[in-house]
């Protein structure tokens, strides 16, 4: 069974995806802030119109992977899109930075969009979908392996990555297919059921499906997927299938997703784009697509790609590839003169039935193809090693060849760490099988480094010598926590520990602690009552920088830097632990060359406290690679 596009009818609903695309993100981006409000939003026309619409990672990031795409060709991969986000973006906002951050260190994807990584759970992938639907009209296996190849680069384990899929499934869907209710339908196909983007889904179709009001289908999302962070991924699907299912029009439909509110911008611009792809560039209404132009409008936080003038232009480019992405795959899709959309709905299943294969991949894991083998790593503890203590991994070999192989398996770990089992392991595979080595280190403060790196060499009898694979392991994070004092229970009343504002040895009544993650793991010190406690980190710096320095919490804060009072929490918000800031916790700074200590004091109150500590450049809010943080003074 063929299905069959005209170029005409293609070219035409890409057209409209990013007109689509582009009407609701301008919609909702003046309405954008950090965190969801209980109100629904009453706008029904643009909040503000700029030609061409606003500068929107939404798009501009596609854009990087349509360069990508050209310069790497259409077996792209994860590991190609991580070069690019560190060659082309450099904007850091939330999961962006954090993974960035793990890309310098030598993670590679998955393990760098899962490791240390608060914000997996949020949109920054669902956004970035229609390239991949694009691309591979009625093929949605085609276009969920290209999303899912994105979404691990930064949101690997979490909810987004279903978000990215469920997005793309139905965008590649609507080149054939207008029911808005069966769309839903095959977007849910292609994500587990038992995932949370699946249950705020579902509860949209459910509330349209039964004649509930769109308004009372938007307070069943919120109240049973319900996130204070506005970029939740699970509530903002629930809300764009609200806009997709309810809206009576194009504008009605954008603005409906728009006022539940959230992540207005990303909700707006996902219903606008698959409106367009539906309907298709003729059947978009000038009242809402000709105040804002052709025009493409890039932010200076893209670099290092080409920008088509107009969005036509980025029509004609995406549909050339796209008729190679067809071919190469060998799809049921041909793109010929005229429309066949016959069977369509049947096809598209068949499609969908193969994208399941995507859920039981480990976001843990880092596979590497090889001429003769395949290798995986598995970091079994994450990557993050923590001052003497244990961390597994495993690593799997595969036999790829027609005729059985042998050889060993032989890993080196840095000096000074110790490897068990640290002799090499023999590898007997028939063709096709496989076989799994269990391998820990263990690693001495003084020898631990921001990066470090452990060598797998695999050694084949009678074949050519296949790739010696790198496992990155970051260091942990080193602090001192005092005790627990039960009161004043009061940012402002000095506390013994602040006479160590200076100290750079460990001093008295200190306990060290090594976390592997940015988050300041204190609770379990209050036995679940309130009080106070202090803690104490060093970090060297190469060179004199001005940083910004955050202590995200869900209660309130202190922070000295080299004895100096730098900030205290302005008012409680929920916790939101990026790189740039969340309008309460976080302050610019001078860090100088050589080693700063950090005080920090934490107050506790009835609720169960959540902290994070972070430090970013101070003009893009990038994470820094070479600041050590790991060790303390007396331990380099």
């Not at 792209?76 to 450099?90: I, K, Q, S």
């Not at 003769?372 to 993050?384: C, K, L, M, R």
């Amino acid at each position: 069974m063929e299905l069959h596009i005209s170029r005409k009818t293609y070219r035409n609903k890409v057209y409209g995806c990013w007109l689509g695309k582009n009407a609701g993100g301008t919609v909702g981006g003046p309405l954008e802030s950090l965190y969801g409000r209980e109100e629904m939003f009453d706008v029904w026309w643009y909040p503000k119109i700029i030609e061409g619409g606003m500068p929107n990672d939404d798009l501009e990031i596609q854009l990087v992977w349509l360069q990508a795409l050209r310069d790497r060709g259409l077996s792209l991969t994860a590991r190609d899109l991580a070069e690019y986000w560190l060659d082309c973006v450099l904007y850091n906002y939330d999961e962006y930075g954090l993974h960035k951050m793990n890309l310098k260190l030598g993670l590679q994807p998955p393990v760098s969009g899962w490791y240390n990584n608060w914000f997996k759970d949020c949109m920054g992938c669902p956004i970035r979908s229609e390239i991949w639907a694009c691309i591979a009209p009625g093929a949605p296996h085609v276009a969920a392996k290209y999303a899912y190849q994105d979404a691990i680069c930064d949101h690997a384990g979490g909810e987004s990555v279903y978000g990215e899929i469920f997005n793309a499934v139905v965008e590649s869907a609507a080149f054939f297919i207008e029911d808005r209710v069966k769309l839903v339908q095959l977007g849910l196909a292609a994500i587990p059921e038992k995932s949370l983007t699946s249950k705020a889904i579902r509860l949209a179709l459910e509330a349209y499906l039964n004649g509930l009001d769109w308004r009372e289908a938007r307070e069943r999302v919120k109240e049973t997927v319900y996130s204070p962070i506005a970029q939740y991924s699970p509530i903002n699907l629930g809300f764009q299938t609200i806009g997709l299912l309810y809206g009576e029009d194009f504008g009605d439909a954008i603005c409906k997703a728009v006022n539940c509110g959230w992540d207005t911008d990303c909700t707006g611009a996902t219903v606008g784009a698959i409106w367009g792809i539906i309907y298709g560039r003729e059947n978009l209404p000038e009242k809402w697509i000709k105040p804002l132009g052709e025009s493409v409008i890039v932010s200076n936080g893209i670099r290092n790609i080409y920008v088509p003038k107009t969005l036509g232009e980025l029509t004609d480019i995406v549909c050339s590839i796209g008729e190679k992405v067809l071919s190469y795959f060998d799809t049921l899709v041909k793109i010929s003169e005229e429309d066949d959309f016959t069977g369509a709905e049947e096809a598209i299943q068949s499609s969908i039935s193969r994208i399941k294969s995507l859920w039981d991949l480990s976001p843990n894991t880092i596979s590497h193809e090889l001429a003769s083998v395949n290798i995986s790593v598995t970091y079994e503890d994450g990557p993050a090693v923590i001052p003497y203590k244990e961390n597994r991994f495993t690593v799997t070999i595969e036999n790829t060849r027609l005729t059985m192989i042998s050889g060993r398996v032989e890993v080196y770990a840095p000096k000074e760490w110790i490897l068990k089992p640290n002799v090499p392991q023999p590898i007997k595979l028939r063709a096709g099988e496989r076989a799994s080595f269990a391998f820990s280190v263990t690693a001495p403060a003084a020898h631990v480094n921001p990066s470090n790196e452990c060598l797998i060499k695999v050694i084949l009898d009678e074949r050519p010598r296949p790739a010696i694979i790198p496992v990155v392991f970051v260091g942990s994070f080193r602090w001192l926590v005092s005790e627990v004092y039960r009161e004043p229970l009061s940012l402002e009343a000095s506390l013994p520990p602040e006479r160590d504002l200076n100290l750079y040895c460990a001093g008295e009544k200190w306990k060290e602690v090594s976390w592997p993650e940015n988050s300041l793991e204190v609770e379990s010190f209050f036995m679940g009552r309130p009080g106070v406690i202090y803690l104490r980190h060093f970090i060297y710096s190469p060179s004199d920088r001005r940083v910004i320095v955050g202590v995200p919490n869900n209660s309130r804060m202190r922070i000295w830097l080299n004895g100096e009072l730098l900030h205290e929490t302005v008012k409680p918000l929920p916790l939101r632990p990026n790189y740039g800031g969340d309008g309460s916790n976080y302050k610019s700074a001078e860090i100088k060359s050589g080693w700063n200590h950090i005080m920090i004091k934490l107050v506790r109150g009835e609720e169960p406290l959540k902290a994070h500590f972070t430090i970013a450049g101070s003009e893009w809010h990038d994470g820094m690679s070479d600041l050590i943080r790991c060790r303390f003074p007396w331990e380099s």
